[in-house]
């Protein structure tokens, strides 16, 4: 075959590459804003919710711990008719119990400090780390989708042997960049719970009584 010729079998493949790199691009997208948001979740849950449940926990722990206390010395100081001590067996081992669950807390609240102090810096790397996917999600993957409809539209212009048309070039870069843009605008615009009611579904439903 003449090297200045090109052998092209199918621009059916160039459409279809095309399509998988915009899926691509749209699971890409939604993966790692998902996991980004699921670290952010992970270090309010670290900083705020974990440290005020062992703090309550640590409070509360330390009440019963006096309540023990208290109990085991009323028991040491009661004396029977016969002048003797009654048992302070139960009393023992409720100081006992509660004493160990405060103990942990404790060091349940100082380890929970520690990643709560030290999470974000883990948090920072991983963003590090997935700046490399957001890159090729914010311009890799739309230059060859780009590249790819200017390819096909050329190609199928040269088949049927019609002068190149710029306008339907700049049209297809037009449809992918809306594309795109309306893909971040619902991703961003997505109620908390996920569902989406189509307006029309909507227009149709009948008022309340």
Known sequence: MDPQQVNIQSVEVLERTRAAFVRC?????LAVAE????????????????????RVRINRLREDLNNARSALFRK???????????????ERKTLARVKAMLEDAERRAVRTKSWAQHFPREQALFKGATS??????ERELPAAILALGRMVVAIQRYVRDEPLDVSKMFEVELAAATQATNMKRAVDSAPPDGSIQDSSAQSKQEPLP
Do not use: C, F
């Open 25 to 29: 691009r749209e699971e890409l997208g």
């Open 76 to 90: 040491e100081t009661v004396t029977s008719s016969k002048d003797s001590k009654p048992s302070t067996v139960d």
């Open 132 to 137: 490399m996917i957001a890159s090729m999600h």
């Open 35 to 54: 996991a980004d948001s699921e670290v952010d979740r992970l270090v309010m849950w670290l900083q705020n919710d974990r440290m005020m449940y062992w």
